[in-house]
């Protein structure tokens, strides 16, 4: 349903461009929950922006590529053909809600007035409807809630009330830009199991960005990795846990707490820092970090190798010329479990 292909995103600075997001291609299917992962700073939430139209206002600049939902470039719509998109087909939720909610209108109020952008429902059957949602959120005391402001809610329930409103018009795609990252784990868990229902449900498309990979695994049903701007590695959950493809992606796995072993055990950090994105290495962008890295890997781009069915990585170490390594080894072995 959305195809993201070759999107280059710069922004114009005093101290020069940063080349935020570099090449990023990807789909997602309908129904489908798709994780974006990747440190601070890696374009993510550029690369989301940019598909729900959001980068227009900014010094930003949208060099390169397409970003078709249904078939029709995103890119290429006027303000008034996305508008009728954003909202209807397409809807996004921010980690921080107090600032996207607006602070001296009734929360029904609010969904009521995007039920009324995207549908032709009555004013009665708007009112009926913004209580249907606030319960199918799980916002207890709909009715009564429904008349209240936005400070009246903590932190979980106005997070409730952004996807109520990022439902109010059953859209076939919704974007979380870490939805739960300001929120405490209990919440944070609710509000997952409501994002995994409305897929169930509904088949809702999700894109879901967040910093926990154990979230991750819990919730989405393909990966997107993204690092200094590029995507360096997309493949299905269980798939990337077991089998990664790419040093970036190993080295994040083997910095995420495991709960099943000991707690005290140390985390093996990826050490180093993420290159500067004004002026990105002209070869692979982890080089730096990489502790597998050839000569290769400094002066040319790593293209994207198929590893498996579904499974694509940019690292040279796919490359046949790379020989037998750590990836290919691993693969050879998984394949001899198999038989
Ligand atoms: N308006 C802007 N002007 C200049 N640079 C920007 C602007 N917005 C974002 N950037 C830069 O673009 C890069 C990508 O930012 P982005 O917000 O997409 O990262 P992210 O992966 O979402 O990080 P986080 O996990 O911290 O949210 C960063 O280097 C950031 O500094
Ligand atoms: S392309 Fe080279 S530097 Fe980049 S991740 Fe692969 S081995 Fe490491
Ligand atoms: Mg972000």
């Known amino acids: 349903m959305l195809e993201v292909n070759h999107l280059d995103v710069v922004f114009r600075t005093y101290g020069g461009e940063v080349k935020a997001v570099r090449d990023v291609s990807f789909h997602v299917d309908h129904g489908e929950i798709v994780a974006i992962v990747g440190e601070s700073g890696s374009g993510k939430s550029v690369t989301v922006k940019t598909i729900a139209g959001l980068m227009q206002s900014e010094n930003a600049e949208i060099r390169n590529g397409n970003v078709l939902l249904n078939g029709t470039d995103l890119l290429k719509m006027t303000e008034k053909e996305l508008r009728k998109v954003k909202g209807s087909t397409m809807t996004m939720v921010f980690q921080d809600s107090m600032t996207s909610l607006n602070p001296t209108m009734k929360v029904g109020k609010q969904i009521?007035?995007?039920?009324k952008e995207h549908t032709g429902l009555s004013k009665s059957e708007r009112k009926d409807k913004v209580i249907t949602i606030l319960?199918?959120?799980?916002?207890?005391?709909?009715?009564?809630?429904?008349?209240?402001?936005?400070?009246?809610?903590?932190?979980g329930m106005r997070q409730r009330v952004m996807i109520a409103i990022a439902l109010a018009c059953n859209p076939e795609l919704l974007i979380a830009d870490e939805p739960t990252t300001a929120l405490d784990v209990t919440i944070q868990a609710q509000i997952l199991d409501l994002l995994k229902g409305l897929q169930a449900n509904y088949n809702t498309s999700i894109i879901l960005i967040t910093h926990d990979l154990g979230v991750v695994a819990e919730t989405a049903k393909k990966v997107i990795v993204m690092y200094a701007g590029m995507v360096v590695e997309k493949a299905p959950v269980d798939q990337i846990f077991k089998h990664p493809g790419h040093p970036y992606t190993e080295g994040l796995i083997n910095s995420m707490p495991d709960v099943s072993t000991d707690k005290n055990e140390r985390l093996i950090p990826i050490e180093g820092s993420p290159p500067d994105l004004f002026s990105p290495p002209t070869g692979c962008p982890f080089v730096s970090r990489c502790k597998y890295a050839m000569e290769v890997c400094e002066h040319h781009i790593p293209p994207e190798f198929e590893v498996k069915y579904n499974h694509f990585s940019r690292c040279w170490l796919h490359d046949e010329r790379a020989g037998v390594n750590h990836f290919n080894a691993n693969k050879?072995?998984?394949?001899?479990?198999?038989?």
């Not at 959120?137 to 709909?142: A, E, H, K, L, R």
């Not at 050879?332 to 038989?339: F, V």
Request: hydrophobic share 20%.
């Open 135 to 155: 319960k199918q959120v799980g916002i207890p005391n709909p009715e009564l809630r429904a008349e209240q402001y936005p400070h009246e809610f903590s932190g």
């Open 332 to 339: 050879e072995g998984e394949e001899t479990d198999q038989k």
């Open 112 to 115: 009521e007035e995007s039920i």
